[in-house]
């Protein structure tokens, strides 16, 4: 009885595995292909000549190849890293002014191309206390900490008229939560 068991075991192991492990139909189609004759340019363009969001679209990597972060990126990602190459930071990530306590005669101004930004605020002198974050928008630039008192400006620096936005200010019905510095008198700013 052990003796047939260790038998139909050796003869499981012992099945004979194929001869080729991968089909050679791959390697046929790979050999016989011809190489495209696509009319894309494969010329990377400079920040200075993108004028469209076609011209954000990579080339991708030829065949066979893995593409770098260049090759591939497209979109706003693609225009940070043309930016970068030459030495030009096109989303503005400096750090905000914190040598200073912003003002409502001098806040400290953040720089914004959309309809809103974010804030925080981590006090003055730097990291007094936790991130406050604040929200900045076109209909409501000035904002105050609440923790420190610091103020923050919105300088708008995107399109002068937005077309893609329809709201005309109507935001569908949804009128901006009231704060306390609704209820504050004028005299007191």
Partial sequence: MFLQRSAIAVARRGVASPLLRRSLATTVVRRDAVPSTSNQSTKIKTL???????????PGAKPGTVPTDL??????????????????????????????KGTLENPIVVRSAGDEQYVGCT???????VVIWLGLSRERPLERCPECGSVYKMDYVGPADDHHHDHHG???GVEEPKTFANFVKPEYW
């Fill in 71 to 100: 090759e591939q990126a497209t979109g706003l990602e693609r225009l940070e890293i043309l930016g970068k190459m030459e030495g030009v930071d096109i989303f503005d990530m400096r750090p905000l002014d914190a040598s200073r």
């Fill in 48 to 58: 200075s000549e993108i004028k469209t969001a076609e011209d954000l679209i990579g």
């Fill in 170 to 172: 109507d935001h569908h």
């Fill in 123 to 129: 006090g003055h002198p730097a990291d007094s206390h």
